[in-house]
């Protein structure tokens, strides 16, 4: 990878980085906000737990966008952190957070699907 392709990456991250700052920020008041009302109550406990869901979603995004600028840092950017090859291009364009390649990706979905999460050895280099 170029020089200016890893910058532009890194802008992107950066860019996205902020942005997810912001929105952890914002949606940590909403999620412990109560209602005396009861009625109220059960609908904000529905928006509460998706509050929740959502600022998980985003809070693992960050903790992935912010590995990732690391790894821009180390120069090890770019490269899938279970099976060590080049991630590729078309996939950094999308998700530029990207630790894993395509293929590992999709082992690791499935074994979270299965609810045994990412198994643990490939996230030695990832935290
Ligand atoms: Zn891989």
Same mark, same amino acid.
């Not at 942005?19 to 009302?37: C, H, M, T, W, Y």
């Not at 957070?97 to 990832?126: H, K, M, T, Y």
């Given at each position: 990878?170029?020089?200016?392709?890893?910058?532009?990456?890194?802008?992107?991250?950066?860019?996205? &980085?902020?942005?997810?700052?912001? =929105?952890?920020?914002?949606?940590?008041? +909403?999620?412990?906000?109560?209602?005396?009302?009861?009625?109220?109550?059960? &609908?904000?406990?529905?928006?509460?737990?998706?509050?929740?869901?959502?600022?998980?979603?985003?809070?693992?995004?960050?903790?992935?966008?912010?590995?990732?600028?690391?790894?821009?840092?180390?120069?090890? =950017?770019?490269?899938?952190?279970?099976?060590?090859?080049?991630?590729?291009?078309?996939?950094?364009?999308?998700?530029?957070?990207?630790?894993?390649?395509?293929?590992?990706?999709? +082992?690791?979905?499935?074994? &979270?699907?299965?609810?045994?999460?990412?198994?643990?050895?490939?996230?030695?280099?990832?935290?």
């Amino acid at each position: 990878m170029t020089k200016s392709e890893l910058n532009k990456f890194k802008n992107s991250l950066e860019t996205k &980085q902020a942005e997810l700052v912001q =929105f952890v920020r914002n949606r940590e008041g +909403i999620a412990i906000e109560k209602s005396p009302d009861a009625l109220d109550e059960v &609908q904000h406990a529905a928006e509460r737990e998706l509050a929740i869901r959502n600022l998980d979603r985003e809070s693992n995004l960050l903790k992935n966008t912010r590995a990732a600028l690391r790894r821009i840092e180390e120069g090890s =950017f770019g490269v899938c952190l279970h099976c060590e090859e080049d991630i590729t291009p078309k996939r950094l364009a999308a998700v530029p957070w990207a630790a894993f390649c395509i293929q590992c990706q999709e +082992i690791a979905d499935r074994s &979270q699907r299965d609810g045994d999460g990412i198994p643990d050895e490939w996230l030695v280099n990832a935290a």
